[in-house]
């Protein structure tokens, strides 16, 4: 089994920045796709940014140029960095593994508010 635990959250005004950590229980980079997630409120879960095991990344359109997902193998950590934060991206941020085809793990979320 495969433990996520997110944390970094908390509240931020419009502009700032936050960066989100991910702990994995062990090194399991090489057999999973880390992903982060957000779902805000009557919203569905979205993707915001994936890292693959070449360290290719991608990004949902809406967060591109503002957020960076990131890695550090020797803590078994993924990262998301986040600036100029914005109203809309308020939500609960989740930390996800995937391995083809059906197979997911996820932490239990961190809340990010972003608000004057």
């Known amino acids: 089994q495969v433990q996520l635990v997110e944390s970094g959250g908390g509240l931020v005004q419009p502009g700032g920045s936050l960066k989100l950590s991910c702990a994995a229980s062990?090194?399991?980079?090489?057999?999973?796709?880390m992903g982060w997630y957000r779902q805000a409120p009557g919203k569905q879960r979205d993707l915001v940014a994936r890292i693959f095991n070449s360290d290719s990344t991608n990004y949902a359109h809406s967060v591109k140029g503002r957020f960076t997902i990131s890695r550090d193998n020797a803590k078994n950590t993924v990262y998301l960095q986040m600036n100029s934060l914005k109203p809309e991206d308020t939500a609960v941020y989740y930390c996800?593994?995937?391995?083809?085809?059906?197979?997911?793990?996820w932490g239990k979320g961190t809340l990010v508010t972003v608000s004057s």
């Open positions: 062990g090194n399991i980079f090489p057999y999973y796709i």
């Open positions: 996800n593994a995937h391995r083809n085809p059906s197979t997911d793990y």
